[in-house]
Nanobody
Framework: QVQLVESGGGLVQPGGSLRLSCAAS????????IAWFRRAPGKAHEGISC????????YYPDSMKGRFTISRDTKNNTIYLQIARVEPEDAGVWYC??????????????????WGLGTLVTVSS
């Protein structure tokens, strides 16, 4: 059973930084990909980044390049998302999602079957 548990959300000031964590379990030895999504109030999920379990290959949509860095700890099956220069638009619920597979791409993250419950990020000075 695949389980994803996000953590690291909270209150952050504009311009600050934040690191989110996603603890993944249930894939056994299968290759998988994990992506981070942001959902601002009243808006749809936005894909931020993706990373593979096999070689750590990453994917960022063009619109998300620059402030976000995805990384992984293979020993603990934890995926991190570092957010730099936090902006008001980063406020919302952040989710990690997963799917079996070898590669990240826009298509691969467009319909991911496994989701965590999310972690709330509040941006305020």
């Amino acid at each position: 059973q695949v389980q994803l548990v996000e953590s690291g959300g909270g209150l952050v000031q504009p311009g600050g930084s934040l690191r989110l964590s996603c603890a993944a379990s249930g894939f056994a030895s299968e290759p998988f990909i994990i992506a981070w999504f942001r959902r601002a109030p009243g808006k749809a999920h936005e894909g931020i980044s993706c990373i593979t379990s096999t070689d750590g290959g990453t994917y960022y949509p063009d619109s998300m390049k620059g402030r976000f860095t995805i990384s992984r700890d293979t020993k603990n099956n934890t995926i991190y998302l570092q957010i730099a220069r936090v902006e008001p638009e980063d406020a919302g619920v952040w989710y990690c999602a997963a799917d079996r597979g070898l590669r990240c791409s826009a298509y691969a993250i467009s319909n991911m079957p496994y989701w965590g419950l999310g972690t709330l990020v509040t941006v305020s000075s």
